[in-house]
């Protein structure tokens, strides 16, 4: 055979060997959607809240006293500047940063909640919800020490296509969180704006992504994060219907349990300043 020829089958075989092994389960993007349900050693469900509809009576009092709360909005939690790339500087927060937050939070009397604990009655006199926006790894590997290492807690918004992708958490990041009373609410199957999405489209994001978390994981979400804060009220109606008895938006200033489908929250940029932020908390 001509050596040109041989080259040309050596380049296929490698060609089709990095695409073939892409295509394996857990390369696949949809790897956490398709892949058989992972074994469970714990039943989440109706732990620690054992009523998870919106006829829990601590839900119904909270929502009907117009209890206020501070709600604050993360995403990454890792040292990053490029002065190219000013959306990804505004959604990276420095790690030492997050730390005095804790500190100044437990220095003030605040008290990080849940919504479950919410649900379990167990609202603190100065509430304040820490959230994390799309599931990434560095909540596992940055952010979750320092809550642990306060024992304190917080709420992680995962998407459900990423999980196990590249730079957000695992399936197993995430039995270790449920383990440390980490709270998992869904923020949709992809992404997708939801306000632009047809209704079967909207079931997968909305539906799909709670029904997926529970097989996986024997845990039942109760707290939804618009992605993109997009919302409408059709979006309203099928969160609340799937089963979700709380949705954040990204809509700026002190959450009202009064309207627990459209909850403000407080965006935490580097130059977000909280202390500053928590004086509309009085
Ligand atoms: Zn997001």
């Given at each position: 055979?001509?050596?040109?020829?041989?080259?040309?089958?050596?380049?296929?075989?490698?060609?089709?060997t990095i695409v073939a092994v892409k295509l394996l389960p857990g390369h696949s993007l949809t790897s956490v959607v398709?892949?058989?349900?992972?074994?469970?050693?714990?039943?989440?469900?109706?732990?620690?809240?054992?009523?998870?509809?919106?006829?829990?009576?601590?839900?119904?009092?909270?929502?009907?006293?117009?209890?206020?709360?501070?709600?604050?909005?993360?995403?990454?939690?890792?040292?990053?500047?490029?002065?190219?790339?000013?959306?990804?500087?505004?959604?990276?927060?420095?790690?030492?940063?997050?730390?005095?937050?804790?500190?100044?939070?437990?220095?003030?009397?605040?008290?990080?909640?849940?919504?479950?604990?919410?649900?379990?009655?167990?609202?603190?006199?100065?509430?304040?919800?820490?959230?994390?926006?799309?599931?990434?790894?560095?909540?596992?590997?940055?952010?979750?020490?320092?809550?642990?290492?306060?024992?304190?807690?917080?709420?992680?918004?995962?998407?459900?296509?990423?999980?196990?992708?590249?730079?957000?958490?695992?399936?197993?990041?995430?039995?270790?969180?449920?383990?440390?009373?980490?709270?998992?609410?869904?923020?949709?199957?992809?992404?997708?704006?939801?306000?632009?999405?047809?209704?079967?489209?909207?079931?997968?994001?909305?539906?799909?992504?709670?029904?997926?978390?529970?097989?996986?994981?024997?845990?039942?979400?109760?707290?939804?994060?618009?992605?993109?804060?997009?919302?409408?009220?059709?979006?309203?109606?099928?969160?609340?219907?799937?089963?979700?008895?709380?949705?954040?938006?990204?809509?700026?200033?002190?959450?009202?349990?009064?309207?627990?489908?459209?909850?403000?929250?407080?965006?935490?940029?580097?130059?977000?300043?909280?202390?500053?932020?928590?004086?509309?908390?009085?």
């Amino acid at each position: 055979m001509p050596k040109k020829v041989l080259l040309a089958i050596f380049f296929l075989l490698i060609v089709g060997t990095i695409v073939a092994v892409k295509l394996l389960p857990g390369h696949s993007l949809t790897s956490v959607v398709d892949k058989p349900n992972v074994a469970n050693q714990t039943d989440y469900r109706t732990s620690p809240v054992p009523i998870l509809h919106q006829d829990n009576p601590a839900y119904l009092a909270a929502t009907q006293q117009s209890v206020r709360i501070p709600i604050l909005m993360y995403h990454h939690i890792v040292d990053y500047h490029n002065a190219s790339d000013p959306l990804g500087n505004n959604l990276a927060y420095a790690p030492a940063k997050f730390a005095q937050d804790l500190d100044y939070l437990l220095a003030n009397h605040f008290t990080p909640t849940t919504f479950r604990a919410i649900l379990a009655g167990k609202l603190p006199d100065k509430p304040v919800i820490l959230t994390f926006d799309d599931g990434y790894d560095d909540f596992y590997s940055t952010a979750y020490p320092a809550i642990k290492q306060r024992q304190l807690t917080a709420v992680v918004f995962v998407i459900l296509n990423r999980i196990g992708q590249k730079s957000y958490l695992s399936l197993g990041n995430m039995h270790e969180l449920l383990d440390g009373g980490i709270e998992f609410g869904s923020h949709s199957t992809t992404h997708a704006d939801l306000t632009k999405v047809d209704a079967a489209q909207l079931e997968h994001e909305i539906v799909y992504s709670r029904q997926r978390i529970d097989e996986l994981f024997h845990y039942q979400m109760i707290s939804f994060c618009y992605p993109s804060g997009a919302f409408n009220d059709t979006v309203i109606n099928a969160v609340q219907n799937a089963g979700f008895m709380f949705a954040t938006t990204t809509k700026d200033g002190i959450a009202n349990l009064a309207s627990p489908f459209t909850l403000s929250r407080i965006r935490m940029t580097p130059d977000t300043n909280l202390a500053q932020e928590l004086q509309k908390f009085k």
